[in-house]
């Protein structure tokens, strides 16, 4: 997510492969090549997070009483932010630069605030502006970045917003009372979303501009979506609540989509899936996910990482070369070569990343 250039043809490779193959999950020749990315010293589990088009990830490790920031290449660890500080990341562009927020305690007699942060290996930075709190959700790799900020002492919600040119802007057109934020942006300084009403019964997927009013992207059939991604191309991926009546789709009310055009598509399913939920999407249309699926489908864990193409779902775990141990439980990022990240799981419910990359390529 965040990071997107469109380059080449390898992505096409992906989308072939993905294409071919039907609705319900087969056991098929190994599309992917898989490397566990391993864990940094001191720390034996790791969260993936993001992905750039590089193939450099970024991902938070924990220990019992520590956590850290990593970003990820050539089987090598960098540790990003202060040792001192609790940080969190979202996103990394194809600078390596990465998007998140540090937990600011203060002197300790207020509410913990979030403070938006650029984390670097020379360093990090707060992000400019009077933002009174706030989070990096998306990096582009001209240097601007959205994400959710308070930017006025009268309210108390976060807005969607934009950091540019060593300014933070709140977007166009959104409802004074009522919380916004901001998913990602693309070269083409297209930025998507979600808008909430202002007594939070409801939240919509939006395009979000600095220039024009938001483009209600809808929902699948329930009051309640959100865009999470948006390619070079300015296909959407996203996640919206369901209708009682759209078990097919769901049976726990929640289903990945796409948007193009103007046209919402929810993805297609897996058998026995229980939900879905979108990560990512890339210039090919790829986009990555994971779907919840219900027994006797798995027994544990009860969910896998997935790669949906317009018309199919690649079920991850059936076409990757397999690695001793692990399972695959989510896709995460999913980049223009077509590599994915994924989260993993081992025998002793350790979290591990893994790296696919698509095979031949």
Known sequence: MNR???????????????????????????????????????????VPVALN??????????????????IVENGTFTRLGDEDAIVHATSINDTNAVG???????????????????????GQALMPGNQLDGRVHALSSDGRAVGAAATDERQSARRAVVWDNQEVSELKGIPTDAASSASDINSLGQIV????TPDESAALAVLLSLDEDPVELGTIGGAFS?????????????NSSTSD??????????AAFSWSEGTLTPLPT?????????????????????????????????????VWAPDSVLELNQVIQPIDGLILTAAVAINEMGQVLCTAVDTGGASHAVLLSVMGN
């Open 193 to 196: 979303g979600r808008i909430e």
């Open 4 to 46: 997107r250039q469109f380059v080449g043809a390898s992505g096409a490779i992906a989308l072939s492969l993905s294409a071919s193959l039907p609705r319900v999950q087969v056991q098929a020749q190994a599309a992917y090549s898989a490397i566990d990315l391993g864990f940094p010293d001191g720390f034996p589990s790791i």
């Open 245 to 254: 009546e759209q078990t097919s789709l769901s049976g726990d009310g929640i």
């Open 100 to 122: 998140g927020w540090i937990e600011d305690a203060g002197d300790g007699s207020g509410p913990v605030v979030d403070l938006p942060v650029l984390l670097t290996p020379e």
């Open 226 to 238: 959100e865009a999470v991604a948006i390619s070079e191309r300015g296909q959407i991926a996203g």
């Open 53 to 70: 088009n590089n193939g450099v990830a970024v991902v938070e490790a924990t220990a019992a009483d520590k956590s850290a920031i990593f």
């Open 270 to 306: 897996l058998e026995n899936q229980a939900w879905s939920n979108a990560s990512d999407i890339n210039s090919f249309g790829l986009i990555s996910g994971t779907v919840g699926l219900t027994a006797p489908a798995t027994a544990s864990p009860a969910t896998t990482a997935v």
